[in-house]
């Protein structure tokens, strides 16, 4: 079923349709996730409640598909963070399959794979407005589409809008980013409250971002 727009009645039919096929209702949050912060953890968890989702997976990338100058750090030091960010949070767990297969993380051949693992799931693939507007772009996103359901959550300084499949979930807006965090580290601010304490207590212990 193809939703574009988030509503009482498309959550019903959404409800309706997962007691039907008597599937696991799953949703994957991609990300860097370096660090990641309390935005990352807000739109995860909003989207599992409002949607009605068993859980959401947060899935660390090994080498983002897009060109980007960010310097990542070694995928071990992301992956404890992740960790410490998620545990004891109901319904919210880790997916490491792009950290084990290695690679360029294309989410075509990931989600293939674990559709292929996992054929009594659904899943919902969330993406930020930003990345939204770059859908077009995606590799073979037009067979990516028919095999997962996109979320899309609105970003500050974006507006929203496609021709693709996106059931759109509103989410309290929070300006963060890992840019900033990293900025914040590298001039000597402590980046309090806008991660969990036990991810900016692991940053400091280990030196990153210096």
Known sequence: MAL???????????????KDRNKK?????GGNFNPVHNAHLVVADQVRQQLGLDKVLLMPEYI????????????????KMLHLAIQDVEGLELETIELERK????????????IDKNPDVDYYFIIGADMVDYLPKWYRI???????QFVGVQRPKYKAGTSYPVIWVDVPLMD????????FI???RQPNYLLPKSVLDYINKEGLYK
């Open 142 to 148: 037009d067979e990516l589409v028919e095999m997962v």
């Open 103 to 114: 690679g360029i993380s294309y989410t075509y051949d990931t989600m293939k794979l674990l």
């Open 4 to 18: 574009e727009l988030l509503t009482p009645f498309t959550k019903v039919e959404l409800e309706i349709e997962k």
């Open 25 to 29: 209702q799953i949703g994957i949050l």
């Open 186 to 188: 590298k001039k000597n």
């Open 176 to 183: 963060i980013s890992s840019s900033m965090i990293r900025h």
């Open 64 to 79: 983002p598909p897009h060109i980007d100058d960010k310097e990542t750090i070694d995928e071990n030091y992301r992956l």
